[in-house]
């Protein structure tokens, strides 16, 4: 009866070689196709769009002014029964 051949330590190093880099290949192919969803637009009701509208001026008016070191406080001059908190928080965090 032949012995059984046994598998030298290079084959083994190959073999592990070729299944991680197969197991990469998938790994980057998945987190490729799973892209998140976009977001769908949120309805901004008109007043909070006049507010943003309002902030982004007064933005706009003190960068030159302030420049990059610059504090810019906003205040609510207006009552409003709605709460645009979310909108303007949105705005600010898109805002360059």
Not at 2 to 12: H, Q, V, Y
């Amino acid at each position: 009866m032949p012995k059984p051949r046994r598998m030298g330590r290079r084959t083994w190093v190959a073999a592990w070689a070729v299944l991680c880099t197969v197991g990469l290949v998938a790994t980057a192919g998945l987190k490729a196709s799973s892209a998140p969803d976009p977001q769908p637009k949120k309805h901004v009701s008109a007043e909070c769009r006049d507010l943003i509208a309002d902030i982004k001026t007064q933005l706009d008016k003190a960068k030159p002014e302030a420049g990059d070191d610059g504090i810019l406080a906003f205040s609510r001059q207006r009552p409003s029964a709605e709460d645009c908190s979310d909108e303007i928080r949105d705005f600010l965090r898109s805002y360059q």
